[in-house]
């Protein structure tokens, strides 16, 4: 299942809405194919293993047994299920990580393999391939986009002296753990202060090169139409197109004074407008607090965006914790002490009364990247 996972985890990002799965086929006790699952309309994780096994002769005899990371799939969608790839394949034993997290499919497949005389082993490594899909698993069980939050802090909470200066807190090891979730997550966001005090580049660096998902900037009094704007980053690189500056409905007016004319508007939903012009694109989202970020997720399903990875400065933290609007919560902690009361600190919200009313982060992860430390986990439960 480890070999299953590595599989896996190569194909994270790339495969949204879908899951990333990855499977192996292990015969005589060596695993002799590997399959991930291939960005849409391609395979499946089952199908690609099965393919390399059968350019290999598919060899096969009771120690043949096809390993994958999340439970087949058994019905009929954009390709025919992977049960019946399966079944076909002659492999009579199947062991399994996660169950399907749609309620609707969950567990189905079981029954339809046994029925047929295949052995099914489940839940093996199953908290490790369901951490595999945090956005799908979410998206699939609640309808919404999973909305994550991401800060760097010192020891005592703080995201930057109170000059501002924040490079770096953490390590590189730490901040090439985020590059990881830059690129798993189908889109991110920063506010406008963090977008004119760093100049963020909101792209995905890996070592094998570097690509961007949509960019959100939360923008609401429009600070990013000021002088010299056009030379920020996300709106001069080669990704400017990806990049969408969220704001309130009332502000079209600023945006055409700013613009001279308005080239393209279209509503996503009844309460969140899309404009173009002069090459940037503005979303008006009606509403104020919950409301307000109700309507954001609602467009961001419409445009297909199952999750988004937040990094930001204490302003906008503050708005996402006073609106429960955090579903994730990612912490890069380093061992440094600012000693600053007046500092920036990005937990700052409806402040909890009693100990037992604290958030307690849920499936928590602790991670260790160098000197840093990351706490990753729920805010709000599945």
């Not at 030379?231 to 007016?253: C, K, P, Y």
Request: charge should be neutral.
């Amino acid at each position: 299942m480890r070999e299953a996972l590595a599989e896996a985890r190569l194909a994270r990002g790339w495969t949204h809405p879908n899951p990333a799965v990855g499977s192996v086929i292990v015969h005589q006790g060596q695993v002799v194919a590997r399959g991930r699952t291939q960005p849409p309309p391609g395979r499946h994780a089952e199908k690609e293993a099965i393919a390399r096994w059968q350019e290999l002769g598919a060899p096969l005899d009771d120690s043949t047994t096809l390993v994958v990371t999340l439970e087949p799939c058994c019905t009929h969608g954009r390709t025919p299920p992977c049960t019946e790839a399966i079944l076909a394949s002659g492999i009579r034993r199947v062991i399994v990580g996660s169950v399907d997290p749609n309620p609707v499919h969950a567990g189905r497949a079981f029954p339809q393999l046994r029925e047929a005389g295949v052995e099914v082993i489940e839940g093996v490594l199953a908290e490790a391939c369901d951490d595999l899909n945090l956005v799908f698993n979410h998206w699939i069980q609640t309808g919404d986009p999973l909305i994550a939050l991401k800060v760097a802090v010192t020891l005592d909470g703080k995201t930057a002296t109170r000059t501002g200066d924040s490079k770096w807190i953490t390590g590189t090891e730490a901040r090439a753990d985020v590059h990881r979730w830059r690129h798993y997550f189908p889109a991110i966001g920063t506010g406008a202060g963090t977008l004119l005090q760093d100049n963020p580049q909101l792209t995905a660096r890996l070592p094998e090169g570097a690509h961007a998902h949509p960019r959100f900037i939360f923008d609401r009094s429009l600070r990013g139409l000021g002088p010299g704007s056009s030379e920020l980053q996300v709106f001069s690189d080669e990704w400017a197109d990806l990049t969408i500056t969220v704001t309130g409905q009332n502000q079209r007016e600023k945006i055409e004074r700013w613009s001279g004319h308005v080239e393209h508007t279209e509503h996503l939903t009844d309460e969140v407008r899309l404009l173009s012009t002069r090459g940037r694109t503005f979303w008006l989202v009606h509403g104020v607090g919950r409301a307000f970020w109700r309507h954001f997720r609602q467009a961001l399903l419409v445009k297909g965006i199952t999750g988004l990875y937040l990094e930001t400065g204490s302003g906008l933290a503050q708005d996402l914790w006073l609106h429960r609007a955090v579903d994730y919560l990612f912490v890069y902690q380093a061992p440094k002490l600012v000693l600053d009361a007046d500092a920036p600190t990005p937990f700052r919200g409806l402040p909890a009364g009693r100990m037992a009313d604290a958030l307690q982060l849920r499936q928590l992860h602790v991670e260790r990247f160098g000197p840093d430390t990351l706490y990753r986990g729920w805010v709000r439960a599945v």
